[in-house]
């Protein structure tokens, strides 16, 4: 098992906590009891931005899952990314309540990136897989396998975030982006993947495997 550095607070959200804590402070110091308000308001930002430390599996060829949510679409179709290649969806929906940053679901180097800007219906929503503001990633792992995680923003969501490019070598569980509020995630696995969720089941990210690898 690969051991990260999990921030426990996102990286991404330490300038708002900032903030909010300064309102809270500036309230307190204000209104006295009824800042209270406030600093519930701050906590909500502490849960948004958690970002705790997960299990990755190191059983062959698992795919761990890259997000936090409740699987809203399984089944095959084409790759939109890869032409002329049929693949395995996984589609999982992120509400304000889930861990929102994205993990790699199983290590490889990194092939391709792809960004398109878009519009930002419910994630919730299959349309919002061709639609949305997305963000793809390609990993080809040391298997030769080809999979891609696609974070795609949300009906709330105005910022996707991705630090791999091109060329990086990834791990499983690695820590590789962020979304901000309500989003989702599409994953696209070869065909034959052994599938190991459910439709409507809740996954975690990292903690929990999607599926398992086709052996070469």
């Given at each position: 098992m690969d051991s990260f550095n999990y921030p426990i607070l996102a990286r991404e959200g330490r300038a708002h906590l900032l903030i909010a804590v300064t309102c809270g402070v500036l309230a307190t110091w204000l209104f006295g009891y009824w800042s209270i308000i406030v600093w519930l308001l701050i906590g909500l930002v502490c849960q948004f931005f958690r970002d705790p430390k997960r299990r990755i599996s190191d059983q062959p060829g698992a795919i761990v899952s890259?997000?936090?949510?409740?699987?809203?679409?399984?089944?095959?179709?084409?790759?939109?990314?890869?032409?002329?290649?049929?693949?395995?969806?996984?589609?999982?929906?992120?509400?304000?309540?889930?861990?929102?940053?994205?993990?790699?679901?199983?290590?490889?180097?990194?092939?391709?990136?792809?960004?398109?800007?878009?519009?930002?219906?419910?994630a919730a929503l299959d349309k919002a897989s061709r639609a949305n503001e997305r963000n793809a990633i390609w990993i080809q792992t040391e298997q030769g396998a080809?999979?891609?995680?696609?974070?795609?923003?949300?009906?709330?969501?105005?910022?996707?975030?991705?630090?791999?490019?091109?060329?990086?070598?990834?791990?499983?569980?690695?820590?590789y982006g962020f979304i901000r509020f309500g989003s989702r995630v599409d994953v696209y696995l070869p065909?034959?993947?052994?599938?190991?969720?459910?439709?409507?089941?809740?996954?975690?990210?990292?903690?929990?495997?999607?599926?398992?690898?086709?052996?070469?």
């Open positions: 890259p997000a936090s949510g409740k699987i809203v679409a399984l089944g095959e179709t084409d790759n939109p990314y890869l032409a002329g290649v049929k693949s395995l969806k996984i589609s999982i929906f992120m509400n304000v309540f889930s861990v929102h940053s994205n993990l790699i679901p199983m290590g490889g180097a990194i092939r391709q990136c792809w960004y398109q800007r878009g519009k930002f219906f419910n080809d999979i891609v995680s696609v974070q795609i923003a949300g009906l709330i969501a105005r910022r996707i975030l991705s630090y791999v490019k091109p060329g990086d070598m990834v791990k499983t569980g690695q820590r065909r034959d993947t052994r599938v190991a969720v459910q439709l409507g089941q809740r996954v975690l990210s990292g903690n929990d495997i999607i599926g398992f690898c086709p052996k070469p």
